[in-house]
T-cell receptor, first 109, second 115 residues
């Protein structure tokens, strides 16, 4: 069945280091969204990518959608303690969103 | 503007019981979807409702059901609870006019523990 794989599952970084999480789908996606969930909180929308090869930036966050619309990445430059949380991708295909398993980011001060 | 409201926030049930969870979407949002979140499986789609009609359903057994009322509030029910149903159940609503792919606004979730 449809799956969206996300790696790594966990990432520990020193404050100031960069961080990247990757999502891969077994099928072509209509679009992909990214969410952040703080510990004990609920997922909060970050961004949506729709076009093949699309790149979007939000301050220190850079989001990419692959040319084949099967993969995506989120890159954070110079992490801060406020970046702590779990980052999920959610790919849309077949009339529903398929969420990746998430990458839990820990930032060590 | 109030966010998505889910009740109850926490509940404990025993195997074999049934449970009903409630979700009130953001005012004006007519689409409500439900997700099950567990540490091992992440977020898994249960179903989506729009204008009181189930628009899509995930791969869950028939013990999981839902409905939506005319005011867009939604409920989900799980019958004959199993230990594996312990999870955080998240409800999300969507902006009108965004079709099937608009941003999801999540509630805080209902944390169900089955003993």
């Amino acid at each position: 069945g449809q799956q969206v794989m996300q790696i790594p599952q966990y990432q520990h970084v020193q404050e100031g280091e960069d961080f990247t999480t990757y999502c891969n789908s077994s099928t072509t996606l209509s679009n992909i969204q990214w969410y952040k969930q703080r510990p004990g909180g609920h997922p909060v929308f970050l961004i949506q990518l729709v076009k093949s090869g699309e790149v979007k930036k939000q301050k220190r966050l850079t989001f990419q959608f692959g040319e084949a619309k099967k993969n995506s990445s989120l890159h954070i430059t110079a992490t801060q303690t406020t970046d702590v949380g779990t980052y999920f991708c959610a790919g849309y295909t077949g009339n529903q969103f398929y969420f990746g398993t998430g990458t839990s980011l820990t930032v060590i001060p | 503007k109030a966010g998505v409201t889910q009740t109850p926030r926490y509940l404990i049930k025993t195997r074999g019981q049934q449970v009903t969870l409630s979700c009130s979407p953001i005012s004006g949002h007519r689409s409500v979807s439900w997700y099950q979140q567990t540490p091992g499986q992440g977020l898994q789609f249960l179903f989506e409702y729009f204008s009181e009609t189930q628009r899509n359903k995930g791969n869950f057994p028939g013990r999981f059901s839902g409905r939506q009322f005319s005011n867009s509030r939604s409920e989900m029910n799980v019958s004959t609870l199993e230990l594996g149903d312990s999870a955080l159940y998240l409800c999300a609503s969507r902006l009108p006019g965004t079709g099937l792919t608009g941003e999801l606004f999540f509630g805080e979730g209902s944390r169900l523990t089955v003993l």
